[in-house]
């Protein structure tokens, strides 16, 4: 595996086990990076919002402040830096609610430290992170960087999954989009969990976006899946 020598790039390690940050950090400086370290979530996002790095490693269990609110909140910051979540879990959600809040690579434990150095080379070819394009349909507005939802002038507060699922019907406006598309755009195709998740989903979605402003935008259409329209209509 080909490395490139990163030549005095800056990394910020956010990452509570000492040893390991520490092997780490001595282990990317052999191929280049100067590293600085951070051994809680609030001092890596302070680090992170006022630094100027090139890349941010984020462990997701972190203390004071776990590894998804530090990347919430720099991205909030609307701090594009790339960012690779680094962490013993493995499960799917977990990385994908990582990639929903602005990851942009995921790493598991134990890793060799090639691998995580490719994969941080990677990061720095890709061109840099732009601020993602607000989404408007009909009065109903989604910030992907703020993780905020509003319907006109209210905001409505949303799971992750929920704002995933609502992201993935605004990024295809007055489009039938089946169960199976949702399951493998927004769970994983290898979903084992109950079959009906995507209506229950919607369900919940349709309480928090739709009822309490008295209009009907997230159509079922039947047999084929649903529909987020922009001209909703009221409830009858």
């Known amino acids: 595996m080909t490395v490139c020598h990163a030549g005095g790039m800056r990394c910020l390690i956010i990452e509570d086990e000492g040893s390991l940050a520490l092997a780490t950090g001595e282990a990317l400086k052999e191929y280049g990076w100067v590293v600085d370290l951070a051994h809680d979530g609030r001092t890596g996002l302070n680090r992170a919002v006022q630094g100027d790095y090139d890349v941010v490693i984020i462990d997701i269990m972190l203390p004071v402040l776990n590894g998804y609110d530090v990347l919430r909140q720099l991205r909030a910051s609307e701090v594009w830096t790339p960012v690779l979540m680094l962490t013993a879990k493995d499960g799917e959600y977990d990385q994908t609610d990582a990639f929903e809040l602005g990851a942009d690579d995921y790493v598991t434990k134990p890793f060799h430290t090639s691998v995580l150095a490719a994969r941080l080379s990677a990061l720095m070819r890709r061109s840099p992170k732009e601020r993602p394009t607000r989404l408007i349909v009909g009065d109903l507005t989604l910030d992907p960087s703020t993780h905020r939802v509003h319907r006109g002038g209210t905001e409505v507060t949303l799971t992750t999954r929920e704002f995933a699922l609502l992201q993935h019907f605004m990024r295809h406006p007055d489009q039938v989009i089946s169960k199976g598309v949702l399951l493998e755009e927004v769970w994983d195709s ?38 987020l329209v922009a001209d909703a209509a009221p409830l009858g």
Do not use: C, H, Q, W
Request: charged content about 25%; aromatic content about 14%; cysteine-free.
């Open 190 to 227: 290898n979903y084992p969990g109950a079959d009906n998740v995507v209506e229950v989903y919607v369900g919940y979605l349709r309480k928090k976006i739709d009822a309490p402003f008295g209009v009907m935008s997230l159509e079922t259409v039947r047999g084929r899946g649903y529909r």
